[in-house]
């Protein structure tokens, strides 16, 4: 299965915000530490940049068009 580019970025960008609203409340619970969820926050806010990076420098992954 291939997903475009555009939907594996909106796909990230749910996940960070799910993160944002779950993680404080796990982290108050004791399920996880704080610097875990800062940590995990920081990863998938990195993936993010990378996946709106590449369309610049690969355009064929959007159909020849770069973003």
């Known amino acids: 299965m291939s997903i475009e580019i555009e ?3 909106a796909c990230i960008e749910r996940e960070i915000g799910f993160r944002e ?3 404080p409340r796990w982290v108050a619970a ?3 530490k704080q610097e875990k969820a800062d940590y995990e926050i920081a990863a998938m806010r ?13 355009p064929d ?4 068009k770069a973003a």
């Open 30 to 32: 004791g399920k996880m």
């Open 61 to 64: 992954l959007l159909g020849g």
């Open 7 to 9: 939907k594996q970025i």
């Open 46 to 58: 990195a993936v993010l940049e990378t996946l709106k990076a590449i369309p610049a420098r690969q």
């Open 21 to 23: 609203r779950v993680y």
